[in-house]
């Protein structure tokens, strides 16, 4: 079975700090993706990663950053917390092929920015 | 614009009925995939199944199965027999190519699901 651990369940933080989220992947996946989750606007794409080093923005990437260093981990960086980065992050990695390979998720950060 | 939308915040079922959750999608490119997931309680994001976009069949897995009529660009997910374990959020989701080749999947906002004794 994939495993997809993120390293923290819940995580305060204060405006401003520097925030890393953790992901960690055991199926030696190709891609990487973190999503936030909101009430109402579902799952949005913040980054993925196709490949070590090898990163592309999603939808919504403004106030954040990400790291691939190695195949197994991807990180995502907030670099000044805000408030409204308060939020369930989800990390997620799929095979690079075939096309259509589902997601794997781990069971989420709830980040809140206080 | 490709998109992804469920129009249907909730839904309260009674048990054992069969429930229908509604997806609709828009996209220009030939080759697209589409996805549900469940989401219980718990928080974790379960995969349910997926239908090519050239897929001759509509899928099916177990008491889940995939309504896909292409002309309309629908795939809702079709439920039989409803149990009560079925209450959670459920997504829809499009396989997609980004402007640089690589494959991502963007969401809807999810569905509601209730099911009643």
């Known amino acids: 079975d994939v495993k997809v651990t993120q390293s923290s369940r819940y995580l305060v933080k204060r405006t401003g700090e520097k925030v890393f989220l953790e992901c960690v992947q055991d199926?030696?996946?190709?891609?990487m993706f973190w999503y936030r989750q909101d009430p109402g606007l579902g799952l949005r794409l913040i980054y993925f990663?196709?490949?070590?080093?090898?990163?592309e923005k999603g939808d919504i990437p403004e106030g954040y950053s990400v790291s691939r260093e190695k195949k197994e981990r991807f990180s995502l960086i907030l670099e000044s917390a805000s408030t409204n980065q308060t939020s369930m992050y989800l990390c997620?990695?799929?095979?690079?092929?075939?096309?259509?390979?589902?997601?794997?998720f781990g069971n989420g950060t709830r980040l809140t920015v206080t | 614009a490709q998109k992804i939308t469920q129009t249907q915040p909730g839904m309260f079922v009674q048990e054992k009925e069969a429930v229908t959750l509604d997806c609709t999608y828009d996209?220009?490119?030939?080759?697209?995939?589409l996805f549900w997931y469940k989401q219980p309680s718990s928080g974790e994001m379960i995969f349910l199944i997926y239908?090519?976009?050239?897929?001759?069949q509509n899928a099916t897995e177990g008491r889940y199965s995939l309504n896909f009529q292409k002309a309309r660009k629908s795939a809702n997910l079709v439920i039989s027999a409803s149990q009560l374990g079925d209450s959670a959020m459920y997504f829809c989701?499009?396989?997609?190519?980004?402007?640089?080749?690589?494959?991502?999947?963007?969401f809807g906002t999810g569905t509601r699901l209730t099911i009643i004794p």
């Open positions: 996209t220009s490119d030939p080759s697209y995939g």
């Open positions: 199926m030696d996946h190709e891609n």
């Open positions: 989701a499009m396989r997609l190519i980004s402007n640089f080749g690589n494959e991502k999947l963007t």
């Open positions: 239908q090519g976009s050239y897929d001759q």
């Open positions: 990663s196709y490949d070590v080093k090898m990163k």
């Open positions: 997620a990695s799929s095979l690079g092929s075939p096309r259509g390979s589902p997601l794997h």
